[in-house]
């Protein structure tokens, strides 16, 4: 059964760590996929986008459109993009069947300390404007079907519950229901290298992507 997992939440709070993670484990059990983090799309797909809130609702409906156009076909959306604005998140939800919230709820203090791509620090020199959380909103979800607290959970726990819920909406089969398939590393690598040869970015730019 196809869905659509949108992933919001601040920056560093846990948006790709747990995307990814789920995302393989989608493919583990067989299931056709596909995997939207918002600083792949931000390079390769809204690269004319900026901050504003008007650029940001047009990138957060056009990730809505590709989740609707892929659920079409069978295929589960997995997202990970920030999405600030509620009502986006709505109108989003509205488009799309099945789509399931996960809010990754982490205070802004550990969000900072954090700084796995040390934009806080920049953001706090004032070096990038609308960053979220610092000069630009972030409006939590009243009711995501999903909330991962991050600042007190083990990445395996967060996981854990995801999947928990997904199972027991019958979203995803059982593990010991499913063909089990290895997800390697290397079929990581042989699908950024194949965004490399047609001329897409492998990663993230330098600096600033969401
Ligand atoms: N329960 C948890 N779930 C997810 N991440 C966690 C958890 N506990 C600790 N972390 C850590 O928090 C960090 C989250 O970084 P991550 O890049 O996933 O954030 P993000 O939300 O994708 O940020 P950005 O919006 O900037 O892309 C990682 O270093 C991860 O290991
Ligand atoms: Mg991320």
Not at 45 to 52: I, K
Request: glycine fraction near 6%; proline fraction near 4%; charged fraction near 30%.
């Amino acid at each position: 059964m196809s869905f659509t997992i949108w992933f919001t939440g601040l920056s560093g709070s846990g948006k790709t760590t747990l995307s990814r993670l789920l995302f393989r484990e989608l493919k583990c059990r067989s299931l056709k996929a596909e995997l939207l983090d918002g600083d792949i799309i931000r390079t390769n797909f809204s690269q004319e986008l900026g901050f504003t809130k008007k650029d940001r609702d047009i990138n957060v409906r056009r990730i809505g459109f590709v989740s609707y156009l892929l659920a079409k076909n069978d295929v589960i959306s997995v997202v990970a993009a920030i999405a600030p604005y509620r009502e986006t998140r709505e109108q989003n939800r509205k488009l799309i069947d099945s789509y399931v919230e996960v809010h990754c709820n982490c205070p802004l203090e550990t969000a900072e300390r954090r700084d796995v791509k040390g934009l806080y620090a920049r953001a706090r020199a004032g070096e990038i404007p609308n960053f979220t959380g610092i000069s630009d909103p972030y409006e939590e979800p009243v009711a995501p079907e999903i909330v991962v607290n991050t600042d007190k959970e083990s990445v395996s726990e967060s996981l854990g519950k995801i999947l928990c819920y997904l199972e027991e909406k019958g979203f995803v089969p059982m593990a010991h229901e499913c063909q089990m398939i290895p997800f390697t590393e290397d079929d990581e690598f042989q699908w950024k290298n194949d965004l490399a040869r047609l001329g897409f970015a492998r990663a993230v730019g330098p600096g600033r992507s969401k």
